[in-house]
């Protein structure tokens, strides 16, 4: 039938994936859609292995059009100095900024990182800045994105000195919703602030509840890591 493609045949293939290049790089440059610049980095990372190129898409596509997904990207990309881009936390915590406030689909995940960079300080010029760092957490958490709200609740366990007072109500506050979000640890930390009676009023009946929810989750992610295994 025509316009199928047999996928056994090596050179119809390839000449299949050279179109899909061609097509991504029009919509890209001549058509300016930035769905089609995220496709074409997609394209070349994914397909060809160029990640230097790729890299240049993202940028692209970042700077021009602030497409969300490819200032994500290129955030990870910055990490790491894959695709010849500078290896600087500073440039992924820009980019990942750029990528959480955009609102597009890999929002939550770079709030998430945003919050990290925070947290850890170096990406920030004076050192960690944790009122961005549970800005930016909460923003994550309130999205749906479980280990940002453990961290959260991690952060009003310890507190700090610099101006994030202990808070253990909050922090039990946020471990329930890592738990509810599927975080065994959320769920730990949660059963043992209420067989302690930390943030709240001791509760051995929810306790209990939270840790075999716990063990629960904790089996699932074992049996998931084996069946990836095998």
């Given at each position: 039938m025509a316009g199928l493609i047999n996928f056994e045949d090596e050179k119809e293939v390839k000449q299949f994936l050279d179109n899909l290049g061609v097509e991504y790089s029009f919509?890209?440059?001549?058509?300016?859609?930035?769905?089609?610049?995220?496709?074409?980095?997609?394209?070349?990372?994914?397909?060809?292995?160029?990640?230097?190129?790729?890299a240049q898409v993202l940028k692209h596509n970042c700077e021009t059009h602030g497409h969300g997904e490819?200032?994500?990207?290129?955030?990870?990309?910055?990490?790491?100095?894959?695709?010849?881009?500078?290896?600087?936390?500073?440039?992924?915590?820009?980019?990942?900024?750029?990528?959480c406030n955009s609102g597009g689909k890999?929002?939550?995940?770079?709030?998430?990182?945003?919050?990290?960079?925070?947290?850890?300080?170096?990406?920030?010029?004076?050192?960690?800045?944790?009122?961005?760092?549970?800005?930016?957490?909460?923003?994550?958490?309130?999205?749906?994105?479980?280990?940002?709200?453990?961290?959260?609740?991690?952060?009003f366990i310890q507190g700090s000195s610099k101006g994030l007072a202990p808070d253990m109500a909050l922090a039990l506050k946020y471990a329930n919703r890592a738990c509810e979000l599927g975080h065994v640890w959320g769920c730990a930390n949660a059963s043992r602030m209420y067989r302690l009676g930390d943030g709240t009023e001791k509760d051995e009946k929810k306790a209990e509840e939270l840790k075999n929810r716990a063990r629960e989750l904790h089996g699932l992610e074992k049996e998931r890591q084996l069946k990836f295994g095998e």
């Amino acid at each position: 039938m025509a316009g199928l493609i047999n996928f056994e045949d090596e050179k119809e293939v390839k000449q299949f994936l050279d179109n899909l290049g061609v097509e991504y790089s029009f919509q890209c440059y001549k058509e300016k859609d930035p769905e089609g610049c995220q496709r074409l980095a997609d394209y070349l990372e994914g397909v060809k292995k160029n990640y230097d190129s790729a890299a240049q898409v993202l940028k692209h596509n970042c700077e021009t059009h602030g497409h969300g997904e490819s200032c994500y990207k290129l955030g990870a990309y910055h990490v790491t100095g894959k695709g010849g881009v500078t290896q600087c936390l500073k440039a992924a915590y820009s980019c990942f900024l750029r990528s959480c406030n955009s609102g597009g689909k890999k929002s939550v995940d770079a709030c998430h990182n945003v919050g990290l960079l925070a947290h850890d300080g170096r990406a920030m010029e004076g050192g960690p800045d944790l009122k961005a760092a549970r800005q930016y957490y909460e923003k994550a958490c309130a999205g749906g994105f479980a280990p940002s709200c453990f961290n959260l609740s991690a952060l009003f366990i310890q507190g700090s000195s610099k101006g994030l007072a202990p808070d253990m109500a909050l922090a039990l506050k946020y471990a329930n919703r890592a738990c509810e979000l599927g975080h065994v640890w959320g769920c730990a930390n949660a059963s043992r602030m209420y067989r302690l009676g930390d943030g709240t009023e001791k509760d051995e009946k929810k306790a209990e509840e939270l840790k075999n929810r716990a063990r629960e989750l904790h089996g699932l992610e074992k049996e998931r890591q084996l069946k990836f295994g095998e």
